[in-house]
């Protein structure tokens, strides 16, 4: 493997660590990658959101503009961090930022103890306003927020838009991405349970798990409960049952000719791909975007199309294409982040609810949109609005709720859930003792929540906690890192026999 197609693997690596909730495992793997590619503005991008002070991403941040001067997320964000931006087309000529050292360096360790020394000035001169000229302490103007109606930023002079409707059952406003706040978790009621429920070993599970020195995660099919364990495959990410359960979509990496003049030089990209559960050797590619990102693919409620995410055109997207490879459609063509897609399974839906920093540049927040017509642009409604991020949807069986993940509560990321049209969000993972909670999803009965997450040791391995956060179930116990667990949605053909309509 060649050094440059090692570093492209890295930086997909740090890219999910961040993308999954585990920033200080991102943060390592990102600073590997600028430490070896010092220009490299992507990482720098992401290590800026892997860092716990203002200056250390403000100083990350400062090398992205260093590199590229245009970079329009850079720009936003140093804005809202008070850094410096300049001029577009104008090369910035700050002192380079090194990683992996608090204030980065002497210079802007000097520079905070200036600003804090002047901040305590203007307080101390605030303080005595009153005294000094009998009048109120003036309020600070506020920035007005970037919003996105459309795909095309609002530049500040320009006529606002229209605000996307928020929907959702919190009204706190956008923090900046230091914010630590301190929430206390609503309750809300218990759903009513089915009358006969389904044993956990009448279902079946798969589970990407990636074993300790082992460069690719492998896929094992389980019983509901975590009982008869079996190997499938190696080298298998991001899958996703499609409607009958007969089929899978995965993201696995394929190789391409790095240079058309040196028949030795490849790199591996990764890539989606469409295979059925009962002949994954039959494997087949239906994208070729020869990319940094692909990820996150899901299934349409009959089957034959999948949104999933890619940088091809340089910042995150949802894009859409048909499980035959055909009619690959670019949704949300924009400057921001916009990830983590969950399609409806109402018949008929074109309903995608998806994370996006379109409003709150540093943190996502969930969004859903119906799929335009070819040329139209989406329009957006807003899901959450809360501290730090929202990320990670998946919806329910019947499309009733949705689980997602959020850092909202005191930093640690957290499985939520809510209804469809955003109302009602409850914590789930309540008392985790800081654990990092990830990649939710429903049991077919919807009885349970399904997550990942380290909360009894370092090891990340499956659990199942009912919506209300009552009940929590230790499904694996191995020696290895579960990435991710999905229920095979066929079972629900035997809960409506037991059930009825």
Same mark, same amino acid.
């Given at each position: 493997?060649?050094?440059?197609? !090692?570093?492209?693997?890295? @930086?997909?690596?740090?890219?999910?660590?961040?993308?999954?909730?585990?920033?200080?495992?991102?943060?390592?793997?990102?600073?590997?990658?600028?430490?070896?590619?010092?220009?490299?503005?992507?990482?720098? *991008?992401?290590?800026?959101?892997?860092?716990?002070?203002?200056?250390?991403?403000?100083?990350?941040?400062?090398?992205?503009?260093?590199?590229?001067?245009?970079?329009?997320?850079? =720009? !936003?964000?140093?804005?809202?961090?008070?850094?410096?931006?300049?001029?577009?087309?104008?090369? +910035?000529?700050?002192?380079?930022?090194?990683? %992996?050292?608090?204030?980065?360096?002497?210079?802007?360790?000097?520079?905070?103890?200036?600003?804090?020394?002047?901040?305590?000035?203007?307080?101390?001169?605030?303080?005595?306003?009153?005294?000094?000229? %009998?009048?109120?302490?003036?309020?600070?103007?506020?920035?007005?927020?970037?919003?996105?109606?459309?795909?095309?930023?609002?530049?500040?002079?320009?006529?606002?838009?229209?605000?996307?409707?928020?929907?959702?059952?919190?009204?706190?406003?956008? @923090?900046?991405?230091?914010?630590?706040?301190?929430?206390?978790?609503?309750?809300?009621?218990?759903?009513?349970?089915?009358?006969?429920?389904?044993?956990?070993?009448?279902?079946?599970?798969?589970?990407?798990?990636?074993?300790?020195?082992?460069?690719?995660?492998?896929?094992?099919?389980?019983?509901?409960?975590?009982?008869?364990?079996?190997?499938?495959?190696?080298?298998?990410?991001?899958?996703?049952?499609?409607?009958?359960? =007969?089929?899978?979509?995965?993201? =696995?990496?394929?190789?391409?000719?790095?240079?058309?003049?040196?028949?030795?030089?490849?790199?591996?990209?990764?890539?989606?791909?469409?295979?059925?559960?009962?002949?994954?050797?039959?494997?087949?590619?239906?994208?070729?975007?020869?990319?940094?990102?692909?990820?996150?693919?899901?299934?349409?409620?009959?089957?034959?199309?999948?949104?999933?995410?890619?940088?091809?055109?340089?910042? !995150?997207?949802?894009?859409?294409?048909?499980?035959? %490879? /055909?009619?690959?459609?670019? +949704?949300?063509?924009?400057?921001?982040?916009?990830?983590?897609?969950?399609?409806?399974?109402?018949?008929?839906?074109?309903?995608?609810?998806?994370?996006?920093?379109?409003?709150?540049?540093?943190?996502?927040?969930?969004?859903?949109?119906?799929?335009?017509?070819?040329?139209?642009?989406?329009?957006?409604?807003?899901?959450?609005?809360?501290?730090?991020?929202?990320?990670?949807?998946?919806?329910?069986?019947?499309?009733?709720? *949705?689980?997602?993940?959020?850092?909202?509560?005191?930093?640690?990321?957290?499985?939520?859930?809510?209804?469809?049209?955003?109302?009602?969000?409850? *914590?789930?993972?309540?008392?985790?003792?800081?654990? !990092?909670?990830?990649?939710?999803?429903?049991?077919?009965?919807?009885?349970?929540?399904?997550? *990942?997450?380290?909360?009894?040791?370092?090891?990340?391995?499956?659990?199942?906690?009912?919506?209300?956060?009552?009940?929590?179930?230790?499904?694996?116990?191995?020696?290895?890192?579960?990435?991710?667990?999905?229920?095979?949605?066929?079972?629900?053909?035997?809960?409506? /026999?037991?059930?009825?309509?």
């Amino acid at each position: 493997m060649s050094q440059n197609d !090692e570093q492209r693997r890295t @930086l997909r690596a740090g890219i999910e660590a961040v993308r999954s909730g585990d920033r200080s495992g991102g943060r390592r793997l990102l600073e590997s990658v600028v430490r070896a590619e010092p220009d490299n503005e992507v990482a720098w *991008i992401w290590l800026a959101s892997c860092m716990t002070t203002a200056a250390d991403r403000r100083a990350c941040l400062q090398r992205v503009l260093q590199i590229n001067p245009n970079n329009e997320r850079a =720009r !936003e964000a140093m804005k809202k961090l008070g850094g410096t931006v300049p001029a577009v087309g104008q090369q +910035l000529t700050a002192p380079t930022a090194q990683p %992996g050292r608090s204030g980065f360096d002497v210079l802007n360790l000097l520079l905070i103890i200036v600003g804090a020394l002047a901040v305590f000035a203007l307080l101390l001169l605030f303080s005595q306003f009153d005294t000094l000229f %009998g009048g109120p302490t003036p309020t600070p103007t506020i920035p007005a927020a970037v919003i996105r109606g459309t795909n095309t930023p609002v530049p500040p002079s320009a006529t606002p838009r229209t605000p996307i409707p928020f929907t959702g059952g919190s009204g706190a406003p956008t @923090l900046p991405p230091t914010f630590t706040p301190t929430h206390t978790p609503t309750p809300t009621g218990t759903p009513t349970p089915s009358a006969t429920p389904i044993p956990l070993t009448d279902f079946e599970l798969l589970i990407v798990r990636l074993d300790e020195g082992q460069p690719l995660p492998d896929l094992y099919r389980l019983n509901g409960d975590g009982s008869s364990e079996t190997l499938l495959g190696n080298d298998f990410r991001d899958v996703a049952f499609d409607p009958s359960g =007969r089929r899978i979509a995965f993201v =696995r990496d394929v190789r391409y000719d790095a240079d058309e003049e040196n028949d030795d030089a490849s790199i591996s990209l990764p890539e989606l791909f469409v295979a059925d559960i009962d002949d994954l050797d039959r494997a087949r590619s239906i994208t070729e975007m020869r990319t940094d990102i692909v990820s996150g693919p899901v299934w349409s409620p009959d089957g034959e199309m999948l949104a999933f995410v890619s940088d091809a055109r340089g910042s !995150e997207d949802v894009w859409i294409v048909s499980s035959s %490879g /055909q009619d690959l459609r670019n +949704l949300t063509a924009s400057e921001f982040t916009d990830r983590d897609p969950a399609w409806s399974p109402i018949p008929g839906s074109r309903e995608i609810v998806f994370a996006s920093d379109m409003n709150s540049l540093g943190s996502t927040e969930l969004y859903r949109m119906e799929i335009p017509e070819p040329g139209e642009v989406p329009d957006y409604i807003r899901l959450t609005n809360d501290n730090n991020s929202s990320y990670a949807p998946a919806f329910s069986f019947d499309g009733s709720r *949705i689980t997602f993940v959020s850092d909202r509560s005191g930093g640690d990321s957290d499985v939520y859930v809510m209804n469809a049209d955003g109302t009602g969000q409850t *914590i789930v993972t309540v008392d985790d003792g800081g654990a !990092e909670d990830r990649s939710p999803s429903f049991t077919p009965d919807g009885r349970y929540v399904v997550f *990942i997450s380290n909360r009894q040791d370092d090891r990340f391995q499956t659990y199942l906690a009912a919506p209300d956060g009552s009940v929590l179930i230790r499904v694996t116990n191995h020696d290895h890192d579960d990435l991710s667990a999905r229920y095979r949605p066929e079972a629900l053909l035997r809960l409506q /026999q037991e059930i009825g309509p």
